[in-house]
Structure formats: structure tokens, C-alpha cells
């Protein structure tokens, strides 16, 4: 039997493609990340805004035609589409075999079998209560690997989705997650990217005290290079975990926030904790403690009730705070949220219009901050060597695998994948990448 998966959407779902892949290997069959000439492909989407679900009908749609085409036997869709559209997407997308629900990703064996019996399953287990600690089969670059550590979430954002197609937050046991780490590290893993839908609630479904930064101590005690934070909620954070944080040499200065807007008014009508005044002491205690550091967050513009002043008022807040890295999306109205039946809708025209200005304004911090990079040296992960570019491509601590922008860097000798060299860096191309050389 060859089983093929394809992955969609975040890395916490990548996470959980990696532990189906794990236990079809376990069966025996072959494992692949080519649909064609497989007997199975399951594809695990995203469902969370329009495109997401645009982008898995997509793919569904490829996959079909490779079964029309003779390439490709059966087709099982797991993940947040098909939970979230359970009873609608046999119906309308009857090329599907079989699905999958988020809480039955443990399940796959048994519906490979069963569309390879000709049956048609439908897994759909409790998604408050799931085998997280599995075995994976680590499909990232071998120096770089993902660490969940917690599923679900309780923050139940008015325009968010996740909570009804994830369940409530679990974490993980620490014992579970300290040995995933070791076998990581002792794999040749280098960075490890510790994630979950909100990291910074670690624990406190156990007993309401947080317990990230324990987990992070006992973490930077195992032979990891880079240990890298994605996602921080505003309202969790405490001196315990900031002293955490900037004290630990291998826990990475750059900080994933998410905060989607700063407006009091806005953030209430998102159900977000918090204030403005709050966000800006907050990212003024971190920046004043933790030397080099680069926030990244999540802004969405086109809200409802979201006026010219308001969005104005975020404009603001980006110039003045200066956070280097920001993802701007479009308010998505997803059915199902309490923000999509808001009263004071924004015209999808406005909202899209809002985003340009607020990428455009953005692009020009990025811009400040790679001048002021010029003549400086840094640590980068090489990630190998760019045909196209003519040289080698990596990352440093300010960018996150995926999400953020490269480094392009000469060398006079031979840099394998996953060595960190230190680059003197000399300019900026167009795409905005910095370039540079390896200090000999």
C-alpha cells in the first residue's frame, strides 16, 4: 500500500498530517508526499477563513482528476474543512472517499483500510478529547522541527472559528512533551519551534497556573541550538516567563503576538483581554528586557464598527511601536462567528483597501530595520544552496521558517543545510532578503 498526504494551513495542522503519516508507516505501507501512482491520498486541509476553504477545494479538486486520470485509487480529506462542513462537503464534492474529523486523525489506518474496501467511513471523534502524543514522522528539514504542545483553544475570538473545529485547550503532559523533544534533538534537530494555538496558556487547564516557562527551562536543557515562540498571547504574559525568555540564550529574541488590532473598542468587539494601554507597556517591558528582540504579531483590518478613525488609530500604533514583522489579513465574515452578524459591516472594498495601506506601511518599518542590519554581523541557519539566487539561502533569529524573509549569503568554502555560519551583512535586495558574506 502507498499512502500519499498532503498537508494544508498552519503548522500545528503539519503537526498532525506528521502523526498520520506515522502510524500508516507503522502498518507497514509506504508513505509518500507524491499523490500520483499512490494508492491512497489524504489530504488534510484548513478551514478556517474563505481561503483556506478555497485553496482545500482546490486541491480536492486536483486530486480528483489524478482518480479520473488513473493516477490515483482513493481520496480521504481529513482536518478543519471537514469538520467544519461535516454534512455539506460528501454532498457537494462527491469525488471524496472518505473524511476525517479533527478529533480523528488517530483514525487513519482504519479509513485507508475502508476505502480501500470499497466503503465510504466518516470518522468524526470527540474534538475536546484526542491522542496528541503519538508518534511522528517529521516531514520538516531535519535542523528544523515543530513541537505542539497544546490542542484547542479557549479564547473564542468573535471572528475566529477554531474553538468549534479544534475544542477546548489541552495541554500536553510535560513528561510527553520532554521526551518528543529528546528524540527531536537527538534526531540532529537544531531549531525547534515550539507552537500551539496560544503557548502562553501552557498548563492552565491543569490547575489555572501558567506553566510555559518551566516547560521552556527544562527545554533549553536538551542540545537545541535555537528555540523559537509561536503564539504569545498579550494578556498571559508575566515577569516569570519574560525573565524566562531573556534570560535563556537559546530561546530566540523574536516574539509571535498576536494582537489583530489596538483599538479599545475594536479589541472588545473581538473579545480580546486587553487594552492598547495594556499591548504598548507590555511590548515596552519586552523590548527594554529582552536585548535584539523582534516582535511579530497579526493585524486584520475591516472589523465591524471598524471606522476611518480606528483604522487610522492602528496606523499609528504600527509607526510608533515599530514591530518588525506584521501579517495584515482582511476581515473574514466566516458563518458560524459572533463578528460575522455584527452590526456596522465594513464593504469588502474598504477592508481590502485598508490592508494595502496598512502592508504598504508595514513594508517601510521591514525597510528601517534592514538598513540598520547593514555592516552587522549574524547568526544564520543555512538552509542550502539557491540555484536561482547563485548563493546560499538561510535564516536568522528574525525569521521564522515560512512566514518571514531569508538571508542570501556567498562563502568561500562548502556550507551544508542546517549549519549555522555567521554572515557579515552588506545589503537588501528588491524582495527585501538581506544579503551578505560568511565571515571567515
Known amino acids: 500500500m502507498k499512502v500519499a498526504f498532503v498537508s494544508l494551513g498552519c503548522a500545528k495542522n503539519l503537526v498532525n498530517t506528521e502523526q498520520m503519516m506515522a502510524l500508516c508507516r507503522k502498518e507497514g ?21 474563505e481561503g483556506a476553504k478555497s485553496e482545500a477545494i482546490s486541491n480536492i479538486l486536483e486530486l480528483a482528476q489524478l482518480k479520473t486520470d488513473g493516477q490515483l485509487k482513493k481520496l480521504l480529506v481529513a482536518g478543519c474543512l471537514t469538520q467544519r462542513y461535516r454534512d455539506e462537503i460528501m454532498e457537494e464534492l462527491p469525488e471524496i472517499d472518505g473524511m476525517m474529523g479533527t478529533g480523528s486523525y488517530t483514525d487513519v489506518v482504519e479509513a485507508v483500510k475502508a476505502v480501500m474496501d470499497g466503503d465510504t467511513p466518516t470518522y468524526f471523534g470527540d474534538i475536546h478529547h484526542t491522542m496528541e502524543d503519538g508518534e511522528r514522522m517529521v516531514s520538516t528539514p531535519g535542523y528544523t522541527a515543530y513541537l505542539k504542545i497544546a490542542e484547542g483553544c479557549d479564547n473564542c475570538c468573535s471572528f475566529c472559528i477554531i474553538p468549534r473545529l479544534r ?3 489541552r495541554s500536553r503532559s510535560m513528561e510527553s512533551l520532554l521526551a518528543e523533544a529528546k528524540g527531536l534533538a537527538e534526531s540532529g534537530v537544531q531549531e525547534l519551534i515550539v507552537i500551539a494555538q496560544d503557548i502562553t496558556r501552557y498548563g492552565t487547564d491543569w490547575d489555572g497556573k501558567r506553566h510555559l516557562a518551566e516547560l521552556l527551562k527544562e527545554l533549553c536543557r536538551l542540545p537545541f541550538h535555537w528555540i523559537r515562540l509561536h503564539y504569545l498571547y498579550p494578556d498571559e504574559f508575566d515577569d ?37 494601554a495594556e499591548i504598548m507597556d507590555l511590548f515596552a517591558k519586552l523590548r527594554a528586557q529582552v536585548p535584539g528582540l523582534v516582535l511579530r504579531t497579526s ?9 476611518e478613525a480606528e483604522f487610522e488609530e492602528l496606523c499609528d500604533f504600527l509607526r510608533v511601536t515599530g514591530i518588525e514583522r506584521a501579517g495584515v489579513f482582511q476581515f473574514s465574515p466566516e458563518e458560524g462567528t459572533a463578528a460575522a452578524v455584527m452590526p456596522d459591516q465594513v464593504p469588502a472594498d474598504v477592508a481590502a ?61 562548502l556550507v551544508p543545510a542546517g549549519e549555522f555560519v555567521n554572515v557579515r551583512i552588506t545589503s537588501v535586495t528588491d524582495d527585501g532578503d538581506l544579503m551578505g558574506e560568511v565571515e571567515e
Open 240 to 276: 516569570t516567563l519574560i525573565h524566562t525568555i531573556a534570560s535563556q540564550p537559546k530561546i530566540l529574541p523574536y516574539l509571535d503576538i498576536p494582537i489583530q488590532h489596538c483599538n479599545d473598542d475594536i479589541l472588545k468587539r473581538m473579545n480580546r483581554r486587553g487594552t492598547k
Open 167 to 169: 475544542g477546548r485547550y
Open 299 to 307: 493585524l486584520i483590518c475591516g472589523l465591524p464598527g471598524e471606522g
Open 29 to 49: 505501507w509506504t508513505v509518500t508526499g507524491e499523490p500520483s501512482g499512490a494508492d491512497v491520498a489524504v489530504l488534510n486541509t484548513c478551514g478556517f477563513i
Open 353 to 413: 483597501r485598508r490592508v494595502e495601506l496598512l502592508v504598504d506601511l508595514q513594508s517601510r518599518v521591514m525597510d528601517e530595520y534592514n538598513e540598520k542590519r547593514l555592516g552587522s554581523v549574524m547568526e544564520i541557519l543555512c538552509e542550502g544552496f539557491d540555484s536561482e539566487a547563485g548563493c546560499y539561502a538561510g535564516r536568522s533569529y528574525a525569521d521564522s521558517p515560512d512566514i518571514d524573509g531569508r538571508v542570501l549569503f556567498t562563502a568561500a568554502g
